[in-house]
């Protein structure tokens, strides 16, 4: 039985380019052999193994903290750097983020929400901006 990868790999290899696709069991582990792949192909290949994955980013990980509890005890994550920009969000105290870039019009940091107290995101993680004076290194 060929796997939907292999089948999808027979779509993208098809033709010159390439000879053949061939697929083995071996003890639990799929081994993929590719012959006689243009180098261009083999990228191609490369990315498409990948998946997703090839787009990850892996940045620096923050607690919200610092923030004052009598006061309005959150910290806005906004759609742009400056809190001109709407408010996307209320991050409690103790909310995951992963900081993706440097800091921008002061210290803007560009971030992603990973954890909140009441939630945990795995993917369409809410992405923005956020002062980051109330951002504790993890």
């Known amino acids: 039985m060929i796997s939907p990868f292999a089948s999808r790999w027979r779509r993208v290899a098809n033709g010159a380019v390439a000879s053949s696709l061939l697929q083995k069991a071996n003890n ?27 787009y990850a980013f892996s940045g620096d990980g923050y607690s919200v903290c610092r923030l004052d509890p009598s006061g309005d005890n959150f910290l806005a994550l906004r759609s742009g750097p400056g809190a001109e920009h709407p408010i996307i969000m209320r991050l409690p105290p103790d909310t995951v983020v992963e900081g993706r870039g440097n800091p921008t019009n002061g210290k803007w940091l560009p971030v992603v929400v990973e954890h909140t107290p009441q939630h945990t995101y795995l993917r369409d993680l809410p992405s923005g901006y956020v002062w980051a004076d109330y951002l504790c290194p993890l």
């Open 28 to 54: 639990s582990s799929v081994i993929i052999q590719l012959k006689n792949l243009m180098p261009r192909t083999c990228l191609t290949a490369f990315l498409l193994m990948l998946g997703a994955s090839a």
